[in-house]
């Protein structure tokens, strides 16, 4: 029996909520023009992973200097072996009665695009009868990344979900949007075939925007306004240094900050930055060290709450 996902599958964590906040930001300071001591005090994140087993783990990293590490439970075989290239973010709804709480969130297998999802009992443990997938579509085996957020300031109109794909060509695809349906839309803009990997780090009304590596080592932000037609605006934040994350997890710090987790599967390394509000190559970055722990997994992945309870990132 498949799991009804929910409408947004964008993604979440019940580790997060072993801070007491909505979004793993643990009372954060405002970051409006560093990105020092407060946040390096005060914020933490969850990233999580599909390992090679299909397993899902999850991490809590907190932002002291050097960073500290808290394990959590992990859910066994919620994906065939070996199967999961990409996975969205993953939502956590905490409130669904006679449960410990569901699961959901987009993944690729091979060429082909999931619905995924999955039921926690009352105890922590995964309900296996729950476990499922929803075929969305094929055609994804280019793809080199994929996130899909909500934006929604509760309680407040409007509400509406957008998909974000990189392909190994450089092409990055949106699908939704205001007024549009989860796939309608499509939207196109080409020439980043340089990206190596990157992350969301801003949801507004008018645009998202995402940090960007790229094989030559540069960070970039890619801001992204809602208009039509798509016209991403690329601005450099660094020019080199940056070439070795193939994963990037982001959180949001304070109000206009953020904590980044660079992520380098070859050597299975973690390394936690607290960022100030981007502004090109006059953004405020503070390394805070390696992450004692162990990164080697193939796919990582952000956990948020579910639409109305996660707070909008803006980090730039």
């Not at 100030?276 to 990164?295: E, M, Q, R, S």
Request: proline letters at 5%; aromatic letters at 10%.
């Amino acid at each position: 029996m498949s799991v009804r996902l929910s409408t947004a599958f964008t993604a979440a964590a019940t580790a997060i909520l072993l801070t007491g906040t909505g979004t793993g930001v643990a009372t954060a300071k405002s970051m409006a023009g560093t990105a020092g001591t407060a946040a390096s005090a005060a914020c933490r994140s969850a990233p999580g992973s599909v390992t090679a087993g299909g397993d899902h783990t999850r991490t809590i990293v907190t932002a002291t200097s050097p960073p500290t590490v808290q394990q959590t439970p992990v859910y066994t075989d919620i994906y065939p072996d070996g199967q999961v290239r990409l996975s969205g973010s993953v939502e956590n709804d905490p409130d669904i009665t006679g449960t410990g709480g569901r699961f959901s969130s987009y993944v690729v297998m091979g060429s082909t695009l999931y619905g995924s999802g999955y039921l926690l009992k009352v105890d922590g443990s995964v309900d296996r009868p729950t476990v499922g997938l929803s075929r969305v579509g094929g055609g994804w085996g280019d793809a080199t990344f994929f996130d899909s957020t909500t934006y929604w300031k509760y309680p407040d109109p409007p509400m509406f979900t957008t998909q974000y794909s990189l392909r190994s060509n450089g092409t990055i695809t949106r699908w939704g949007g205001p007024s549009a349906s989860v796939w309608g839309n499509k939207q196109t803009a080409t020439g980043f075939s340089a990206v190596k990997t990157m992350a969301l780090i801003s949801q507004t009304l008018t645009y998202d925007t995402f940090l960007a590596n790229t094989r030559g080592g540069a960070l970039y932000t890619i801001r992204i306004p809602r208009t039509s037609p798509m016209k991403p605006i690329v601005k450099k934040v660094r020019a080199s240094t940056w070439q070795g994350f193939e994963a990037l997890v982001i959180e949001k710090c304070g109000i206009y900050g953020t904590l980044l987790l660079g992520i380098d599967k070859d050597t299975g390394s973690g390394y936690l930055y607290a960022v100030g509000h981007a502004n090109g190559t006059a953004t405020v970055i503070k390394g805070l060290g390696k992450v004692p722990a162990n990164f080697a997994d193939p796919v990582y992945f952000r956990h948020v709450l579910r639409p109305g309870d996660n707070q909008m990132l803006f980090g730039e």
